[in-house]
């Protein structure tokens, strides 16, 4: 982005602060929903820094400008932000956040603002703990940026669609029920629904609002007798409206939320989970309306697949490893060939391939191939304007790291697999074999049912820690049944909070993805999704009931990249097997070179 556009957008933000007497303005990567994976009409904090990383939030003053994002992206934000008179401020243990940060350098009556229609209601409470203190005021009922973003985009106007019968396994009618249920224990008589995989999930709907994640702009408000979907009702078709009604779901128009939720009273009792909506949904509510405040009913309800949607999710990786490894004997065949190839070309040579597999729909997240240095960037996304070809000198060699998945009818995918280009170093397959201990330690583990998942991640990291070594991103996060490939309840990281909510249970299908970068050489992930399933016992015993991994990702890992001495024989046996059901699983689904490529690398050592 152009960097002088950057200085004017900040300059004009703050003479409309200052003439709406405020002292600063905070503009975090968030909608009203607090998706992950934002419309361009919401996208701001990406139009004021300039900053393309999806987590971020900046922070504007008379004479200060800083935005804060984690380990993941110090390296990128720190170039794009590099002549933007904007701040990294990196978001590491014993620094201050943002918030922090404000109740540190602001005075006794000065103002903050931030658009309650992108300010989650978890947050606000957090604002407010700082500042009320210091006798700061928080103003969340303005968008100050009305004023200076005059060519917003529009919001998206993507047609709803049904999720393909045959890939379900219960009707929105029962999962209403179920959701009834879960309102009825909590004491609730109403329940507001912001979050876009939740909705998407009980009306059994897709749309295309969101980049990636296969879900649609609405809101949604339940109570004992009724259901109503807040939607652009241009985006409904007579069938799906139909298919709804049906449901006992009734149509409402997007910006009705507000209203409808003024009409409760002190009578009700409202459900929400506090961190999924957001303060401007609030905005006509009654101060003397009750609330209850935990995560959604439905969140969990979702993250459990039945029987019947894992089955579906495993065919959806057979076709997944059908194509890696048509895209894998191309790819490389193509550098075997001397052809000059980019990050670029790797990205739309998986699209390529992924895209004639049957019920794909589109990526799920953005591809990342990031080459050596590259690599080492977690989150790394190359860009027509900045990327990398894989070239390497005579007798060297590097790493590239391919991070993609896709989104299928019949499931979402997520894999990361690294390849040597040119001439590895043992150095290289050190680090390689030592990242593979620690994705084996977690695949082989057993850990207690409804044990909370961010207690399991040093079982992971262990083999790293004992080599000194260790990565700045979790290990795993729960990934949808066609739906948002990042999704909780579950989260497989230390740094995470482990309220009962986090319980492993069995049919949560989650990522294992441990990593090691070395900045401005390479970086290293191994990622399988896995799936909760009980551990068989010839027994009953005293200790309850344990879990353990199904592996559901079939692609190999590359045994070039390994050094053999560092692996013990459990390990060993645990990548044959494996192999050995990749290559069972896939055998009859490529041919050609493919199937060579296929039956090479499967090859046990």
Not at 145 to 159: C, F, G, N, Q, V
């Amino acid at each position: 982005m152009n960097k002088q556009a950057i200085h004017e957008r900040i300059a004009n933000l703050r003479s409309t602060l200052a003439a709406q007497d405020l002292t600063a303005i905070i503009v975090p990567s968030a909608d009203p929903h607090l998706s992950e994976y934002l419309p361009e009409y919401w996208q701001a904090r990406l139009w004021l820094s300039g900053f393309t990383g999806s987590v971020g939030t900046l922070v504007v003053t008379a004479d200060f400008a800083g935005l804060w994002t984690d380990s993941r992206y110090w390296v990128h934000a720190a170039d794009q932000l590099e002549g933007t008179g904007i701040t990294l401020e990196k978001l590491e243990p014993g620094q201050p956040n943002h918030i922090d940060w404000l109740a540190e350098h602001l005075q006794e009556g000065d103002s903050v603002a931030v658009d309650g229609n992108v300010l989650s209601i978890a947050e606000q409470d957090r604002l407010l703990n700082a500042f009320d203190a210091n006798d700061i005021t928080l103003i969340t009922e303005r968008d100050v940026l009305t004023e200076i973003w005059t060519d917003r985009p529009a919001l998206p106007a993507a047609k709803l669609y049904a999720h393909d019968e045959q890939f379900l396994a219960q009707s929105a009618t029962s999962k209403l029920a179920a959701v009834r249920e879960g309102m009825a224990e909590a004491g609730a008589t109403h329940h507001l629904l912001s979050s876009l995989d939740d909705i998407a999930w009980l009306t059994n709907l897709r749309g295309a609002d969101v980049d990636y994640n296969p879900v649609f702009l609405s809101h949604m408000l339940i109570d004992a007798d009724k259901a109503t979907l807040f939607v652009d009702t241009d985006k409904v078709s007579e069938d799906i409206a139909q298919s709804l009604k049906d449901s006992g779901i009734t149509l409402a128009d997007y910006s009705a939320v507000q209203e409808a939720l003024s009409a409760l009273t002190p009578d009700d009792l409202l459900l929400l989970d506090p961190s999924k909506v957001a303060v401007g949904t609030l905005s006509k509510m009654a101060d003397d309306v009750g609330f209850i405040e935990q995560m959604a009913p439905s969140t969990l309800l979702k993250s459990v697949k039945s029987d019947a949607d894992i089955d579906h999710v495993r065919e959806a990786m057979r076709q997944d490893g059908a194509a890696l490894a048509e895209f894998f004997a191309t790819f490389e065949q193509r550098l075997a060939n001397g052809e000059r190839l980019s990050e670029l070309d790797v990205d739309s040579m998986l699209i390529d391939v992924r895209s004639r597999q049957p019920h794909y729909v589109s990526p799920s997240f953005p591809t990342i191939a990031g080459f050596n240095e590259n690599g080492a960037l977690p989150h790394y996304r190359a860009t027509p304007e900045k990327f990398s070809y894989l070239d390497v000198a005579e007798g060297e060699g590097g790493l590239l790291l391919i991070d993609s998945g896709a989104q299928y009818q019949n499931g979402t995918t997520d894999i990361t697999r690294v390849v040597g280009i040119g001439q590895v170093t043992a150095e290289h397959k050190r680090d390689f074999t030592i990242v593979l201990k620690a994705h084996i330690a977690l695949a082989r583990a057993h850990f207690p049912d409804s044990i909370a998942s961010p207690l399991i991640d040093a079982i992971c990291r262990a083999p790293l820690w004992q080599a000194q070594m260790d990565y700045g991103h979790g290990t795993g996060h729960g990934v949808g049944y066609f739906l948002n490939v990042h999704e909780g309840p579950q989260v497989i990281a230390y740094s995470a909070s482990t309220p009962k909510e986090r319980a492993m249970k069995v049919g949560m299908i989650s990522s294992n993805e441990p990593g090691l970068y070395r900045e401005g050489k390479w970086g290293i992930r191994i990622e399988n999704l896995v799936v909760n399933t009980p551990v068989a016992k010839p027994t009953e015993t005293e200790f309850g009931d344990f879990l353990n991994f199904e592996t559901i990702t079939y692609c190999p890992i590359d045994t070039r990249l390994i050094e053999p001495s560092l692996l013990d024989q459990t390990e060993i046996d645990w990548l044959n097997n494996y192999h050995s059901q990749v290559f069972a699983e896939l055998k009859d689904r490529v041919e050609g070179a493919a199937l060579k490529w296929l039956t090479e690398r499967t090859k046990a050592i």
